[in-house]
């Protein structure tokens, strides 16, 4: 089992509809990252979290560390929002990563 | 403009050869990380450095070695001991090694003749 699973593992949504990806992790962190990775393999840091939530625009990043698990939504989707997503979950310099989730926005 | 600058973009490495990714960056980092990516699986750890004149392992290094002399450079080398290099690599920095927003590069990917 991994320490961070990943959900959906693909997902594709029409333009200007509401996503949500789901994050669990089964190890102790101090902080949750949500990374972007676009066509080419650049990443991009969107959050770093320890508790409650945050927002950037039509991004939206919340985690509940009792349950362990972090959601990103993403509000009114655009194509450009096509990625994989990517949560990382742990402490300090030891960061485990999950398999990504692959959004496609359709037009 | 600041950033991680990861050269080159592709890699090709032939059987018995060591190949060495750069990696630099202009943040003012002290730390700094190197993963790797396959398909279907998370990014894993290589080796990190928490400062200048020291690294550590990460979860699988062995087969590859890193050095770092300079503040700003964490160059990456896969050597003929790496049976299975065919991968995207990617070097991170972050302002210190405690929970600080990560910065990557654009990867390398490298494959093996």
């Known amino acids: 089992k991994n320490e961070v699973e990943q959900s959906p593992q693909n997902l594709t949504a029409q333009e200007g509809e509401f996503i949500t990806i789901n994050c669990s992790y089964s190890?102790?962190?101090?902080?949750l990252h949500w990374l972007q990775q676009h066509p080419g393999g650049g990443i991009v840091s969107l959050f770093m979290?320890?508790?409650g939530k945050k927002k950037h625009g039509r991004l939206i990043a919340t985690i509940n560390i009792q349950e362990k698990h972090s959601s990103l939504h993403i509000t009114a989707s655009h194509p450009r929002d096509s990625a994989v997503y990517i949560c990382?979950?742990?402490?300090?310099?030891?960061?485990?990563f999950g398999t990504g989730t692959s959004l496609t926005v359709i037009p | 403009d600041g950033g991680i600058t990861q050269s080159p973009k592709y890699l090709f490495r032939k059987e018995g050869q060591n190949v060495t990714l750069s990696c630099e960056q202009n943040?003012?980092?002290?730390?700094m990380y190197w993963y790797r990516q396959d398909p279907g699986q998370g990014l894993r750890l290589i080796y990190y450095?928490?400062?200048?004149?020291?690294?550590q392992k990460g979860d699988i290094a062995e087969g590859y070695s890193v050095s770092r002399e300079k503040k700003e450079s964490f160059p990456l080398t896969v050597t003929s001991a790496q049976k299975n290099p065919t991968a995207f690599y990617l070097c991170?920095?972050?302002?210190?090694?405690?929970?600080?927003?990560?910065?990557f590069g654009s990867g390398t990917q490298l494959s093996v003749l």
């Open positions: 991170a920095s972050s302002m210190s090694w405690a929970n600080e927003k990560l910065f």
């Open positions: 190890v102790g962190i101090s902080a």
């Open positions: 979290l320890s508790s």
């Open positions: 990382a979950a742990g402490t300090g310099n030891q960061f485990y």
């Open positions: 943040l003012n980092h002290d730390a």
């Open positions: 450095s928490q400062i200048v004149n020291d690294f």
